[in-house]
């Protein structure tokens, strides 16, 4: 009876001892893998080229549209008043700055010149029109591929008006009906002339559009202090330039980088001078480029900085 007391323990021994065994060599549960956080994404800065008005002076703009191509800076908005409008549509049709270039030194005073007697205007600016749509191959603005906008004025209420769809000469020539020059640009049962009187550097619009960083050219005269020997023109400029002042100094201040290429004391109707205007726009925009480059950082720094807040809990 020991004997069999004594093997029933030694058996139950061994069985504790071989189930201890086995828990202890059993493969421990695996600890639940770490969630990995997504990456957080960012987006580049949406850059925008603000061109100015001033007539033949809005040849500057293409000597700084081929110093930014050159450098690699190629804006996702194109916003444009009066000359600006004209250039901007241009690119933003998807030229490039030497075809832009081509275009601009190639037209002629023929090409844009429909002259009429009114005591409105003595240009119909209908040439202007069609210039403008046979260099865009006449395709419509929404059809661009940059986002583009032209401003103009309403002439009976002296409100801005933004153009980002539709006939692209037709908007262009809205733009550049400078009064009494240009007749006013009939749309529909509303008339519109330059934009300039509202809007000379267009800064506000390319905000209002998205834009994250906002380079302005800046052409317009300022007003001279000499006034003596005054023809109709120089009347009527300088009229224009003392009412645009507080204008351009709101809206450059909403700017990131500014340009300003020295055409001030051109002759804002003289072809002649366009390669010179080309060169200066060049040279001026070519020591710009380093603030280009760091609004452009800063902005994308900016961005980065706001994606990682959003990202966390």
């Not at 009064?179 to 749309?187: A, D, E, H, M, S």
């Not at 300003?260 to 080309?278: G, I, K, T, Y």
Request: aromatic share 6%; charged share 15%; net charge positive.
């Amino acid at each position: 009876m020991k004997i069999k007391v004594f093997t029933l323990f030694s058996l139950g021994l061994s069985a504790l001892f071989l189930a201890s065994c086995a828990a202890f060599n059993r493969d421990p549960t695996p600890e639940p893998a770490a969630p990995v956080a997504e990456p957080v994404k960012v987006r580049e800065p949406v850059v925008a080229l603000v061109l100015g008005g001033g007539g033949v002076k809005g040849f500057a703009h293409v000597g700084v549209i081929k110093v930014l191509e050159s450098q690699g800076i190629k804006p996702q908005i194109v916003v444009g008043t009066s000359a600006g409008s004209f250039v901007g549509a241009l690119y933003a049709s998807g030229m490039s700055a030497f075809e832009l270039q081509r275009a601009a030194l190639n037209m002629t005073e023929n090409d844009i010149r429909d002259l009429t007697l009114s005591s409105k205007g003595f240009l119909i600016g209908e040439k202007l029109q069609q210039f403008v749509n046979v260099q865009v191959k006449n395709k419509p603005i929404q059809a661009f591929p940059l986002r583009y906008a032209a401003v103009a004025t309403d002439l009976a209420s002296g409100e801005k008006v933004v153009f980002n769809y539709g006939n692209t000469g037709q908007a262009v020539r809205a733009s550049c009906s400078i009064p009494n020059v240009f007749l006013p640009t009939q749309i529909g049962n509303r008339q519109y002339v330059d934009g300039g009187l509202v809007s000379p550097v267009p800064v506000n619009t390319a905000r209002d559009m998205g834009a994250d960083v906002v380079i302005a050219v800046d052409i317009s005269a300022r007003p001279k202090k000499g006034v003596g020997n005054m023809g109709w023109w120089g009347l009527l400029d300088q009229s224009i330039n003392i009412l645009s002042q507080q204008a351009i100094k709101a809206e450059l201040a909403r700017a990131d980088v500014v340009i300003q290429p020295s055409v001030q004391h051109a002759d804002a109707l003289n072809l002649d001078q366009r390669h010179e205007f080309l060169l200066e726009g060049e040279r001026v925009a070519q020591g710009m480029v380093p603030q280009i480059q760091q609004a452009i950082a800063s902005s994308r720094q900016r961005l980065a900085a706001q994606a990682v807040g959003m990202a966390k809990p």
